[in-house]
């Protein structure tokens, strides 16, 4: 049973075990300090035949410096000579305290037994002290005749045996103490403190306490109850004092003297900063008991006066930056008269001060930099350093481009911290046609990263001091309204953005004129907004004012013109409307080429968009050549890891997927999302885009356990990067939902969809396109679960929507018309579902033509309506057809053909056409898995189909050997209990008790 043991019996057990075994570690340490704060009579643990000198320590309790003391110990130990090891630091670092508690620490150990002894470095003969020692501590006795050199060599030649130790506190100049210090013995340990950079291999630089010592230190003097019950700002006050041990000492002794709350006293500070009373010694109360010298200022102001006037004027300069890390090449970069040579003598003054730190550039204390900026006040010079590291930070904005890539954004990462100073503190002192600039340049920063949250605050911040510098109406104004206004629309926020737009539109008008190009620009903006929220009227409306306005103002053959064309292009492809959009396209693709030739990026655009317009409408060779094209124009002219050359790839591999190409498709998409994380990092809204083009490859693929965490990793990303109110999440979680209701977890699948509809409702309202695509897809939803009156309250609420939107004639209003056939089909409303077949049937060859998979699709679902009506001699000549467009328009392998084949083997299995259909469906199931491979559910559905031949045949133990893959793959794929698989099993069990009923 273990005894409760008092502080002194535990300190004298820690003193002797370390004595014993020589080994001290940072837990002993750490021990004995907090030990001695303890215990009330700590002398009694101090042999009293070492003699020793060593001053009062200055602190409550000292934290924080084990290791350092741990350090300190080794490099004194080091050596077969004398050791000299040096503690280097700012002023107010606790350089003296350190050494104080080493001292203090070896005396209690006894492993000096030859004596401590402390000399005062700073304006005191050092001399005079060693003689002073020997005489009172060590009984010796100098000849008086000699000199003081000659007496002290006397000293150190008589001292008492054992080691030594000396501290040399506060040195200022080495050289005036140099001959004074002990022989060239080993037994002679030197400890120096100071605030200059020596050359001896021992030295070390001592830091600013880590944040949990500097609380701890901060705790010790307010007590912990204060700091627990405000933490956060015990926390900001250590960030505030910048964790230097003198300010937090004096700090906390002042709270605790007024009784005043951490809060107040961090407002104090805020207010006041280096100059409050807290910080500085009161040398009228009598109540003090710190043993320090100096406030904070005044400690500082021993540096400062060793400083040259060129080292004083390059700390003022520097007072100007932010605190963080400065690039060199920005201070060289301010006019200050000096060249580069000069400038580095003056920094290395600093250095050798310790006045400035060099970490990952150099930088500044927080209050070393709120001292030297007491100080600019008597520099001349300091005004026109503030113009010129202003403008030095514009030409940096400036260079910053509107789409940063990640070595881009790394390489201006180190000045963002200054441009963010400019535009917030030193404003005043950029000119007037660059003022926009400093905010405009943070903005691009952040907005490379996709955050836009910052990107918004550097916008907003910009119009406001524009507004209050140059007035409410001034053409910078218009700019940034227009800025806020895209980053408005890129995040979804649409009725922000359009006051926005059309404010700055109206300020164009008024300021440059209804004539201006600039209004052109306006205008096109407005039109993207509104084609974005599906107001395509309005859209069509100022697109072509803008593209009438560049025209005139501009001639036919400027850029302006080509993206009027462009937009106008892009519009009426979103309306479906592809015989106007074409001409448009060719047109822009045209003038692009006369005006910047062949071998441009805006050339390879318009070979993209006409690219899309050929896919649209079927052409598929066209698009193919356009979109190849393109991405190997975009390859020469911008290098293979390039944002646009990513773009490109996304682009064709969405062809190939769309084709069924699947194998070409995935490493395009691969390729892309390695160029985009490469370039802009991993949470960024196109990296969410590219991973969603992947997902969405893998779910057609049937590749499900891969498509989903992709899916999911997608939905957070975009909730992260884009808030939880964007229509970029919503299509995220749209098509979540689609990867569950493939795999038939339809509870997830609503869920998420009626998530979606909810964020478009509360976006863009219940009147807009995607609102529409959401509805007919929760119908497609019910319509699988068999909830087929629900599916058609939806499918109809679509269709009308469409309607109304789109206008009678659009792919879209097409979609609905057909899926609503196919819900009628499936309830056995044959009457009604064929006019809605019919109709789509017309509608499609009127806008596709009769050369268009969707024309296939229309005839496989007509002739499955036939089908199953028994009209079997209008299905057949229907299904062939279908079969032979796909064949003809996407080649003998792909999905479409499959699903082709299919739907004739099963047209010739239900009249009894086994002959025919079982080639058919063989040769369904071999392309299913050459497309899909062995473990997609298509490939299930065709052997559950070829089962079902073989049963009518009764070729039964053929059909159960189908019938078991077919399970297997359903049960892996879509889990047990999807309805596949519980048909399956059910089509299983009968086939065997079959199969037992012949035996």
């Known amino acids: 049973m273990s005894e409760n043991r008092s502080p002194e019996e535990i300190l004298q057990s820690i003193l002797r075990n370390v004595q014993v075994g020589g080994n001290l570690t940072t837990g002993d340490i750490t021990q004995i300090l907090n030990l001695l704060v303890i215990i009330q009579q700590p002398e009694v643990f101090k042999p009293k035949e070492t003699p020793q000198n060593i001053p009062r320590g200055n602190v409550v309790k000292f934290v924080g410096r084990a290791e350092a003391l741990v350090s300190l110990h080794d490099k004194l130990q080091n050596g077969n000579q004398v050791v000299v090891a040096a503690i280097e630091g700012m002023g107010g670092v606790g350089k003296t305290e350190l050494a104080t508690q080493y001292a203090l620490i070896h005396l209690l150990l006894n492993t000096y037994p030859g004596g401590i002894c402390w000399l005062r470095a700073r304006d005191e003969d050092i001399g005079l002290q060693i003689l002073q020692f020997a005489i009172a501590k060590l009984g010796l006795k100098p000849p008086e005749d000699w000199d003081v050199l000659q007496q002290v060599d006397f000293c150190w030649s008589r001292w008492h045996d054992g080691d030594v130790l000396v501290v040399l506190d506060d040195v200022t100049d080495y050289a005036k103490v140099e001959d004074y210090l002990p022989p060239q013995s080993p037994r002679f340990k030197l400890l120096i403190t100071t605030r200059l950079q020596l050359d001896f291999p021992q030295s070390f630089t001592l830091d600013v306490l880590s944040e949990s010592a500097a609380v701890e230190l901060l705790q010790e003097w307010v007590g912990g109850e204060k700091v627990a019950q405000e933490l956060g700002e015990a926390k900001e006050i250590c960030e505030r004092l910048g964790y230097l041990p003198l300010a937090l000492n004096l700090v906390g002794r002042y709270v605790k003297k007024r009784k005043i709350s951490l809060a107040e006293m961090l407002r104090r500070l805020e207010a006041k900063k280096l100059v409050h009373e807290s910080l500085a010694r009161d040398e009228k109360d009598k109540t003090w008991t710190l043993n320090v010298k100096w406030g904070v200022i005044a400690a500082f102001e021993l540096s400062w006066d060793d400083l040259s006037d060129d080292a004083q004027e390059l700390a003022v300069l520097l007072s100007l930056f932010a605190l963080a890390p400065i690039p060199w090449s920005l201070v060289e970069s301010v006019e200050t008269g000096k060249d580069a040579e000069e400038l580095e003598d003056s920094r290395v003054e600093l250095e050798s001060l310790h006045l400035l730190q060099d970490k990952e550039g150099y930088k500044l204390h927080q209050l070393i930099r709120e001292f030297f900026q007491l100080k600019q006040g008597d520099f001349n010079q300091v005004e026109e350093f503030k113009r010129s590291l202003c403008g030095v930070m514009v030409g940096v904005a400036k260079n910053i481009p509107s789409y940063p890539t990640v070595e881009q954004i790394q390489n201006v990462t180190p000045a963002i911290p200054h441009l963010a100073e400019v535009a917030n503190n030193l404003i005043q002192y950029v000119s007037d046609d660059r003022l926009i600039w400093a905010f405009i340049g943070n903005a691009r920063f952040y907005y490379g990263q996709g955050l836009y949250d910052k990107v918004a605050l550097w916008y907003e911040q910009c119009l406001e001091i524009t507004k209050k510098r140059l007035g409410e109406e001034h053409p910078d104004v218009a700019i940034s309204l227009s800025n806020i206004a895209n980053l408005y629309r890129d995040q979804g926020r649409y009725s922000e953005a359009e006051t926005r737009f059309i404010e700055a539109l109206a300020l164009m008008h008024k300021l440059l004129g209804s004539e201006h190009i600039d209004v052109a620009i306006s205008l096109n903006n407005l039109g993207l907004l509104y084609s974005n929220q599906g107001r395509y009227s309005e859209a069509e409306t100022r697109f072509i004012e803008a593209l009438a306005l560049a025209r005139k103002l501009v001639g036919e053959e400027n850029f302006h013109v080509a993206t009027g064309l462009n937009n106008l292009a892009q519009l009426y492809c979103d309306q479906g409307k592809y015989s106007e959009a074409e001409p448009l396209h060719i047109e822009a693709l045209a003038l692009r080429r006369k005006l910047v030739g062949e071998e441009h990026p805006d050339v390879a655009q318009s070979l993209n968009n006409l690219a899309f317009l050929y896919n649209f409408q079927g052409r598929y ?379």
Not at 635 to 642: F, N, P, S, V
Request: charged residues 20%; proline residues 3%; contains cysteine.
């Open 621 to 999: 060779s066209e698009a193919e050549t356009r979109f190849i094209e393109a991405l190997a124009l975009m390859h020469k002219l911008l290098g293979a890891e390039h944002l646009d050359v990513a773009a490109g790839l996304n682009n064709l591999a969405a062809f190939y997927n769309s084709q069924g190409r699947y194998s070409e498709a995935e490493p395009l998409l691969l390729e892309a999302l390695a160029i985009i994380r490469n370039l802009l990092g991993e949470e960024h809204p196109k990296v969410a885009t590219s991973l969603n083009n992947l997902a969405y490859l893998y779910t057609y693929q049937g590749r499900y356990s891969e498509a989903e965490p992709l899916h999911i990793q997608v939905v957070a990303l975009r909730r992260k990067v884009l808030g939880e109110e964007h229509p970029e999440l919503a299509i995220s979680l749209n098509n979540l939902a689609g990867l569950y209701s493939f795999q038939g977890k339809y509870s997830e699948a609503e869920s998420f969809l009626i998530e979606a509809l909810a964020l478009y409702r509360k976006l863009l309202g219940e009147e807009h396109p995607y609102f529409a695509t959401i509805l007919n897809n929760l119908a497609e939803l019910y319509c699988n679960q068999g909830k087929y009156s629900e599916a058609e309250s939806l499918h109809i609420q679509a269709l009308v929507l469409r309607l109304k939107l789109l206008g009678g004639e659009h792919i879209d209003v097409a979609t609905s018309f057909n899926n609503l056939a196919n819900l009628y089909r499936y309830q056995g409303k044959y009457s009604e579902a064929e006019p809605l077949y019919v109709q789509t049937l017309a509608l499609w060859r009127k806008l596709l033509g009769e050369e268009h998979p969707y024309f296939a699709t229309i005839l496989n679902n007509l002739a499955g309506l036939y089908r199953v009506q028994g009209r079997y001699s209008e299905a057949e000549p229907l299904y062939i057809k279908a079969l032979a467009l796909s064949c003809k328009l996407l080649g003998e392998e792909n999905p479409d053909v499959a699903t082709g084949l299919n739907n004739l083997a099963v047209l010739y299995d239900s009249q009894g056409r086994y002959n025919e259909a079982e080639p058919l469906y063989v040769k369904t199931l071999a392309l299913w898995r050459k497309l899909l491979g062995e473990e997609h559910p298509d490939v299930a559905t065709s052997l559950n189909n070829l089962a079902g031949l073989y049963h009518s045949q009764g070729r039964y133990s053929e059909a159960e050997s189908l019938c078991i893959q077919a399970l297997d793959i359903f049960e892996q794929q879509l889990g047990v209990n999807h309805p596949d698989a519980v048909t399956t099993r059910r089509n299983l069990a009968f086939l065997r008790d079959r199969l037992n009923s012949q035996q």
